[in-house]
């Protein structure tokens, strides 16, 4: 009995739903709120690092959340393996020295400090690994988490307090209030793309005040509006930087 390929996809849509349900729901939430996607544009690529360790190093930020995650294709690991085998099946350059590069940022277990160096270790790399086609088949994903609440200083938990009785539901509010909220109201991810660092492809449909050459820093977010614009704002004081809806809900 032959089975139909537009049945084969069908069960495996409904196989990988049934996995992000189960891998959502084990993190302490159904769904998460919102999903934003938010970028600033950059000077050039050596400021991509920089700001990266600025916006990871936010005063609410919890550093024991931040983790590293990369998808090449159909494989991930919790670690750099799948691009280090990716880019060692590369024949176009010499890349033995970027490979044990790779191999010793790996061996970090802080991983605010592995996620920066990645982006230091491929600086160099940028353009003989470009492949504009497959970006999105090969992201490293640096996910990211605000403090509990009840964890903040006094002057962050009411900033980001009253952004969120502005901006998210009343029950919402509420939740926050309390000291301790669903771990998804408070987490989100900066994609980063070894075959496009530069992430230019966010010139092609949003307009950047900057030349259509300039990086772009990408930044999502799964949580409360509130809790987002405080981040966005905060970055803005710290650095300058303005923020432009890329994809997803806006604040």
Known sequence: MKIAPSLIVGILFAVLLLVLFLRVRAK????????????????????????????????????????????????S???????????SSQKNHDFAPLVAALKSVDQLSDQKEKAIQLVKTLLPYKDVLRNKSQQDSIIVFVYYGLKQPSKLS?????????????????????????????????????NIYPLGL??????????????????ILE?????????????????????????LHLDGESI
């Not at 509420?174 to 900066?190: H, K, R, T, W």
């Not at 530069?198 to 990086?215: Q, R």
């Not at 981040?231 to 300058?240: F, R, V």
């Open 28 to 75: 302490g939430g159904i769904l998460p709120p919102h999903e934003f996607a938010y970028g600033t544009a950059l000077t050039d690529s050596e400021a991509i690092p920089e700001r990266m360790n600025q916006f990871l190093s936010l005063e609410a930020m919890d550093p024991n959340e931040v983790k590293i995650q990369t998808f090449v294709g159909n494989s």
């Open 77 to 87: 690991a919790k670690n750099l393996t799948p691009l280090i085998t990716y880019i």
């Open 154 to 190: 006094q002057a962050t938990r009411a900033k980001v307090s009253n952004l969120v009785r502005q901006l998210d539901t009343t029950k919402q509010f509420a939740q926050f209030d309390s000291g301790e909220c669903p771990n998804n109201y408070l987490v989100g991810n900066i």
């Open 198 to 215: 530069e992430n230019t492809s966010w010139h092609d449909t949003v307009e950047f005040a900057s030349p259509k050459a300039s990086p």
């Open 219 to 243: 930044i999502r977010f799964m949580g409360l509006k509130g809790v987002f614009r405080y981040m966005l704002d905060e970055m803005t004081a710290k650095t300058g930087a303005s923020f």
